[in-house]
């Protein structure tokens, strides 16, 4: 599918991010690796490090750009390339989420609401208008146990509100599970 806008979801360690790399160099001669992730530690450091091992492995053209909070901006900078809109693949879009309320809370004020309804519209626009091939991966995160402090679920909520405007921007979304990827939206009930 030329210029599609696609969804990978599923939940941690699922196989998402593995099969979202081989869809995208299925589709594209070469692809953009938007990196959300920030190492705020040892542990993270190693996934991000293993993250990239893996793309330098896999004798594929990826150009990785790191880009924790300006992502809608990013897109769009993409988009008017002297060269035509690069096929991109962004991973992912929970942690761009994250730094964006870790951005909030630090810079000192309570949860806003419409300051972060403004970033998820403003990446669902770019998502919309991006004129070349975008695959996006996220993680499902409401399958599991209500959070216990407020933060965490302001997070759960709105990432879900995310991933379903995203969802329906999408021409395709892929729910990962044990590796096994499943194609979702041909399958969606309409009413």
């Known amino acids: 599918m ?11 360690r699922s196989g998402k991010s593995s099969f979202a790399e081989r869809l995208s160099m299925h589709r594209a001669p070469a692809s953009v690796y938007i990196a959300t992730a920030q190492a705020y530690d040892e542990e993270m450091r190693d ?3 293993h993250h990239r091992e893996r793309r330098q492995g896999a ?4 150009e990785t750009v790191e880009e924790p909070l300006l992502l809608p ?7 008017h390339r002297r060269d035509g809109a690069p096929a991109v693949l962004v991973d992912c879009l929970t942690l761009w989420l994250t730094n964006v309320l870790l951005e909030i809370e630090r810079e000192g004020h309570d949860f806003e609401e419409e300051r972060l309804s403004l970033r998820i519209n403003s990446l669902v626009a770019a998502v919309e208008h991006y004129p070349g091939h975008v695959i996006l991966v996220t993680n499902e995160v409401g399958s599991g146990i209500v959070p216990e402090y407020p933060l965490g679920r302001i997070f759960r909520d709105w990432a879900g509100l995310m991933n379903q405007r995203l969802a329906r921007q999408c021409d395709e979304v ?10 979702i939206k041909s399958r969606e009930f309409l009413i």
């Open 2 to 12: 030329k210029n599609a806008k696609v969804l990978v979801t599923g939940g941690a």
């Open 47 to 49: 996934r991000i490090r």
């Open 59 to 62: 004798l594929y053209p990826w």
């Open 73 to 79: 901006e990013l897109l769009g900078s993409l988009s």
């Open 174 to 183: 892929f729910l990962v599970t044990a590796g096994i990827p499943l194609e």
